[in-house]
């Protein structure tokens, strides 16, 4: 080997050196994932990291782009230290370069505690030069030495797919009415046999993230401002005779990161950061959570299923689909929860603006009890001792005051257990002459629905319905368990 060869060599062999370190600290980093890693790559390369295969520029791409949106999320920071290089080949248009790597890996603020690194592992770079693009990388090839309690599932040889990074899913869609308290339970014995099998299931899938999609009944959210969509920052539950009483344990870096990615998904979000709610959420966060609101990390989602305009069915369904793959991503075991449904009209009770019966009532519809100086404890109480009256009334037979329609709740049903596309045909007609002004609730189940579907659980089944009860209206149970 001549001087003049030797030099060059060395030169490439530090240019490759250069492009691996340069890498491996996007990679820690976590910048560069849109645009600069397509430079990194030739069009059909590959990567291989212990038992996971990827094929493909775009799906090697995709993989670091979730990568970096799941370590934002879950505050994981990493370093990558190489050493003990060496290049085995080396012609005009190809290289292979050998490194060994420790990684270090941690969640939460920095400074973190340094302990000893989470994995070691031996690498290859193929590199093939491109005319007018010089050296990109062709394969990487990562296999694992040692792999320690925080190395990721591939370096341990538990994930072979990109699809095995979703964490798992669960959903459970459940009815709210505050009458369902005002009954003794052995009037629907078989309905509560059924509830309780679910929140039994609930227990036992454990998660770590609960995701609720919960409405309002002019208690909390008034037409002063009414969005279509919000994502809770910091929510608390009212005094609500129908629900529970309590603040709930809002992640606030998950809450914002899922605004943020709704955002960036063209939903016009909205959040708040003192959220208030009523029996539209607490009711089923009281049963799922044994009475405990802040036992388990909660998101709170509402969604405008009273008052016009009315987000549409598809728009509720797209809105679940992107919270789902959004969850997908955490690596974490979420539980969706669809609150309220199915027919029942109430427009009696929660009219709309222009059918208001008075003055008084349509201030309160816009501004609230409290700003009118009106006690909201007050007329929850008058409301409980008419409902109150209705549930002994039925429990005698007594016509039902919410107009329950079975059929639709039945053509409801069978939707909800296949396609859930379908709805996206539905208008806001429809389920008004069908369900009533409280079947509009069904935009809960939609979306907790198609979050379960996009985060990876089961198919959804429907667990139980009777087209009557003592409750006056139709009851149904629907969830989706975790994949196996």
Partial sequence: MTGETHQKDAEAECALRRLVEEYWARVDRRYGVEGDFQNFFAEDATMRLAVLNLEGREAVIGFLRDREEKMGVQKRVTRHVLS??????????????????????????????????????????????????????????????????????????????????????????????????????????????????????????????????????????????????????????????????????????????????????????????????????????????????????????????????????????????????????????????????????????????ENAPDEKTRDIMVHGHEKLGIDLQESLETVRQIMTGHAEDLLKGGESPVAANPSWDKEFLDAFGGDLKAFDAWSDEKVLAGGGSGGGEVRMWIAAGAAGLAAGSAPIEIDYFTPRSTLGFGLGLAHAGKRA
């Fill in 84 to 353: 003990n290089y060496f290049l085995s080949r080396l012609s005009a248009d190809e290289a292979l370069l050998h490194t060994t790597i420790q990684v270090y890996a941690g969640e939460g603020d920095l400074p973190l505690p340094c302990g000893a690194p989470s994995g070691v592992g031996d690498f290859v770079f193929h590199f093939v030069r491109a005319p007018g693009a010089g050296w990109l990388i062709a394969r990487i090839e990562g296999d694992s030495i040692f792999a320690g309690d925080a190395a990721p599932a591939f370096a341990k040889g538990t994930q072979t797919s990109m699809e095995q990074q979703k964490g798992a899913a669960f959903s459970a869609c459940v009815p709210h009415a505050p009458m369902m308290k005002l009954q003794a339970r052995r009037h629907n014995e078989a309905f509560w046999a059924e509830y309780d099998r679910l929140v039994d299931e609930f227990e036992r899938f454990d998660p770590e993230l609960v995701i609720v999609f919960g409405g309002d009944h002019v208690n909390t959210m008034h037409l002063s401002l009414m969005p279509s969509f919000m994502v809770g920052q910091a929510a608390e539950a009212i005094e609500d005779w129908g629900g529970a009483q309590g603040v709930l344990d809002v992640p606030g870096d998950l809450a914002i990161d899922l605004a943020d990615t709704l955002i960036d998904a063209d939903f016009d979000i909205a959040t708040s950061y003192a959220m208030k709610v009523d029996h539209g959420f607490s009711a089923v966060l009281d049963a799922f959570l044994r009475g405990d609101l802040a036992s388990v990390p909660v998101i709170p989602v509402f969604i405008n299923s009273h008052y016009r305009p009315r987000p549409s069915l598809r728009r509720c369904r797209e809105l679940g689909a992107a919270i789902g793959e959004w969850a997908g991503k955490l690596g974490k075991r979420v539980a969706f929860l669809g609150s309220g449904g199915l027919s029942h009209d109430v427009s009696m009770i929660f009219p709309q603006y």
